[in-house]
C-alpha cells in the first residue's frame, strides 16, 4: 500500500487530499505542517511519495526539496509539488529542483490521484529478476554483466556499467552526483564528480540516439527518463 507524505498546512488542502485518497483505497498518508521538521518526517515515515505545498507557514517548499533532495535517505523519493494559480514561476522552480509533478490549487481529486499513480508508476523500477531492469528496448542484467539495446550488445567499462544501471533503476528520477558516486562506487576507482561526468558522456555516446534519454540536471545530477 503506497504510503504518501503531505507537507501542508492548510487544513481545507489537507481535508481535500485525504478526501481525494478515500477514492483510491490504496493510499495511506500522514501529514506535517512544520518545513523544518518534514524532512525528518520523510526519513522516518518513509513515503514512497510526497505531496509537498510550496508555501509553508515559517518556510517554503522549494527548501524543502532542496533538502530532501540532497540527503541519500529521501532523494529517491518522487515529489509532486502544490502551486497557487498564476506562479508559473514557481511551477518551473520545482521541476528544476526535483520535483517529478506538480499540481495547481485548486485541484480536483480525481486529478491528483491519477498524478499520484502516474507519478508512482514512473517511480517503480521495471525490473524483470532481481538484477534485471528492462527500460524500452534497453535491457541491463547486472548478474552477468549484459548490457543491450534492441538487441544488440553494448560495451561498456564496468563503472559506466553501474552508473547506468544505476539510473536505469530508477526511472524518471533525479540522482544527484553524489548519490550516483556513493552508489556506484564498487568498483572503488575514482570518485570525483569530473570523472562521473566523463562515464555520462561516454555512456551516451554509447546508446547513441538513446543516450539522449539521459538527462542532466543543472546544478544537481542526471535523470534517465524513456520515451512514452
Ligand atoms: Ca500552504
Redesign the pocket.
Known amino acids: 500500500m503506497p504510503r504518501i507524505l503531505i507537507i ?3 487544513a481545507k ?1 489537507i481535508e481535500a487530499i485525504q478526501k481525494s485518497f478515500s477514492l483510491e483505497q490504496g493510499f495511506t498518508s500522514k501529514t506535517v505542517s512544520d518545513p523544518e521538521r518534514a524532512p525528518q518526517e520523510a526519513i522516518s515515515y518513509k513515503p514512497d511519495l510526497i505531496i509537498l ?5 515559517g518556510g517554503d517548499g522549494r527548501q524543502v526539496i532542496k533538502v530532501l533532495k540532497a540527503n541519500a535517505a529521501t532523494q529517491h523519493i518522487p515529489v509532486i509539488f ?1 502551486t497557487g494559480m498564476s506562479s508559473e514561476g514557481d511551477r518551473v522552480l520545482g521541476l528544476n529542483l526535483g520535483a517529478d509533478d506538480y499540481l495547481t490549487k485548486p485541484f480536483g481529486a480525481m486529478e491528483l490521484v491519477a498524478r499520484i499513480q502516474a507519478v508512482l508508476r514512473r517511480a517503480r523500477p521495471q525490473s524483470m529478476g532481481k538484477d534485471e531492469v528492462r527500460i524500452q528496448g534497453l535491457v541491463m542484467d547486472q548478474s552477468n554483466r549484459v548490457a543491450t539495446l534492441h538487441g544488440k550488445r553494448l560495451k561498456f567499462q564496468p563503472r559506466e556499467f553501474e552508473v547506468l544501471y544505476f539510473l536505469a533503476s530508477h526511472p524518471g528520477h533525479t540522482l544527484s552526483r553524489s548519490y550516483l558516486i556513493e552508489n556506484t562506487s564498487s568498483y572503488g576507482m575514482d570518485v570525483s564528480t569530473r570523472s562521473l561526468d566523463t562515464h555520462i558522456k561516454n555512456i551516451r555516446k554509447k546508446l547513441g540516439p538513446a543516450g539522449r534519454w539521459i538527462e542532466t540536471i543543472p546544478k544537481l545530477g542526471y535523470c534517465l527518463t524513456p520515451p512514452e
Open positions: 501542508e498546512d492548510e488542502i505545498d510550496i508555501r509553508l507557514p502544490l
